[in-house]
């Protein structure tokens, strides 16, 4: 095992190709660094190279090209980093190596308030995650309110906005108040400074911002 960068195969082969003395060129000759027994990939195809910051790599206008994590990539460099995918020639797949890497620390969330992952759409109440997660029309609400920024939202706006699937006049005020309560429910054993949900009758709904 290396412990510097590398490139996995991720065909049958399982083959490693160690990234050493950077920059260094990926092609299909023994003019580059690294060789690829592949009819479509150019003679000089890739690219990579160290920075102060990690690894970069880049495309050398190929003739067919290659991807990173699925998107194209072109001629400027772009970070890569440990357990990226690259697809060289639409040919080759290879994953990108890096056991130096500092893992990842899960997201907590933030340390007080209600906050929504916008990658996941988990919801963090206090740092503590809500499991299981709300159901899609109480986190559109919570989206709703979030949006806000503290402002009050009409239960007017909250109907248009949530139950845009169903015509207004078919939303009784008790639907809107059983979603309210039920999403008080969930978020109020994990709230640790002061109620976050507020309503104030005949103005709205709103996400009390934490106290600094």
Known sequence: ??????????????RRFELRNLPLVLGR???????????????????????????????????NGTHLNGRPLGLEPEPIRDGDDLVVAGSVA???CDPQATPLAPAIGR??????????????????????????RQLSLLKLLMTTEGDFVSRNDVVDQVWADVA???????AVDALVKRIRMRIRPFQL?????????????RIVPPRN
């Open 111 to 136: 340390l007080a308030g209600v906050w929504i992952d916008p990658t996941s759409d988990a919801v963090w109440v206090d740092a503590q995650q809500l499991d299981p997660p709300l159901s899609p």
């Open 29 to 63: 000759t023994s003019t580059s660094t690294i060789g690829l027994d592949a009819a479509a990939v150019s003679r000089r195809h890739l690219e990579f190279d160290a920075t102060p910051h990690g690894f970069t790599v880049r495309d050398l206008a190929s003739t």
């Open 94 to 96: 290879l994953q990108f």
């Open 193 to 205: 400074h002061g109620d976050y949900l507020e309503h104030r009758r005949g103005v709205g709904l």
């Open 1 to 14: 095992m290396t412990d510097g960068p590398s490139l996995r195969n991720t065909g049958s082969s399982g």
């Open 168 to 174: 207004a006049e078919g939303v009784s005020a008790e």
